[in-house]
């Protein structure tokens, strides 16, 4: 059973720096594009970052592009969100998820085939 689980959400003021945490498991992920997505209260879900689990070339959305740093430790079977300069609007539940389906890094909710819980993240101004 495939599972995703996020960590290291939580409350932040403006400027300030988070490390979520996603740690897969139930089986080899080699294929796979890892990609963290977020929602924001009243918005829809929205892509943020991705990395190819195989090799370390990543894609940023403008909005988070020279400000978040996503990694992955193959040996942690675990990809990390490195979050610094954080924005009262980049409050959000952050959600880690899994494609084996994409060949381009630009994800969209809908080709995702397994995803965490989502970890909330909350900027104060």
């Known amino acids: 059973q495939v599972q995703l689980e996020e960590s290291g959400g939580g409350l932040v003021q403006a400027g300030g720096s988070l490390r979520l945490s996603c740690a897969a498991s139930g089986r080899t992920f080699s294929r796979y594009v890892m990609g963290w997505f977020r929602q924001a209260p009243g918005k829809e879900r929205e892509f943020v970052a991705s990395?190819?689990?195989?090799?370390?070339?990543?894609y940023y959305v403008d909005s988070v592009k020279g400000r978040f740093i996503m990694s992955r430790d193959i040996a942690k079977s675990t990809v990390y969100l490195q979050m610094n300069s954080l924005k009262p609007e980049d409050t959000a539940v952050y959600y880690c998820?899994?494609?084996?389906?994409?060949?381009?890094?630009?994800?969209?909710?809908?080709?995702?085939?397994?995803w965490g819980k989502g970890t909330l993240v909350t900027v104060s101004s």
């Open positions: 990395i190819r689990w195989s090799s370390s070339p990543t």
């Open positions: 998820a899994a494609t084996d389906k994409s060949t381009s890094l630009v994800l969209a909710d809908f080709i995702m085939d397994y």
